[in-house]
């Protein structure tokens, strides 16, 4: 009957170097020990000093040092995750869309996002500094509360409450949430933006005050650009950059609904949206020297990330679909 092998132990290396050094060949010893002669003969040609002598402590502690790292796994599964979750946090994924996007590829090994942030927070990595490429740059991890809003007297308002169902069930396409994102508060300008409620998809458009008239130009100019199908509603908040909104439904059609004052999780689609511009565009930043060129890049990106709730999807390609369905 045929034994199966069983590695060395400490104790057999001992003999082996006592043997060794009274010139016993690899084929006597492996005699004595009842081992192959193949088993001795690697045993001594991988474990011996650089000068060829064959010591047991070191040959002990070279087997156990190869058997550790043997069991140890790279912490990102494999050294290709590792490149490609390297590759898309410099672009500015999350590590949730990192993780959801791997289950949408094939070929990948899937990996869970908290692995991700645990690999990134590891006190074996703070010398790479991975975490200023997360979202909010932060060292550790802590919940961040969103913003508020105004309340100012709007003519024509028409509450978020009588609002249709479908609306608030996102079951229907081309209805939108906007907001600005102020620049520099010395210098008053802005950013306003749109975002629909289905696809997630963002528009931009830079303007030079944050009043009514320049706001209601931006949005014309935004959504102008699209069919009838595409822009059926937006819902604002209650600043006084949206006086003007009857203007929307007076050129293009649109119906403009309106948050309650202090309730900006009533458009937490647009103020997600609008921290994902402030990844680019940090409070206190200066819209001076922004062009539209330039803002058109960052929504760009934004707009082909993959998102989670969109199943890992682009708002970019969950729009199109839609838009084809419905022209």
Known sequence: MKHLYQHLKAHERDLIAVWKSKGL????????LNRSVSSIGRETKRNRRPDGYYVSIR????????????????????????SYVLEKLRTGWSPEQISGRLKKEQGHPVICHETIYRFIYDSDNQDKRLWEYLPRNQKSRRKQNGRSVHKVRIPQRVSIHLRPTAIDLRTEFGHWEGDTVEGRKSERDGIHTEVERLSRLMLAGKVTAIDSPKTLSAQVTMFSRLPDSARKSTTLDNGRENHLHFGLTDRLGMRTFFADPYSS??????????????????????FKDLTQDELNDMVWEINNRPRKCLGYNTSTEVFEKHLRVAL
């Open 265 to 286: 999780c009533q458009r937490a689609t647009n103020e997600n949206s609008n921290g994902l511009i402030r990844r680019y565009l940090p409070k206190g930043t200066s």
């Open 59 to 82: 040959a002990q502690t070279l087997t156990r040092k190869r058997q550790r790292a043997g069991k140890r796994r790279h912490p990102l599964k494999t050294p290709a995750v590792y």
């Open 25 to 32: 060949s690899n084929k006597q010893i492996a005699k004595r």
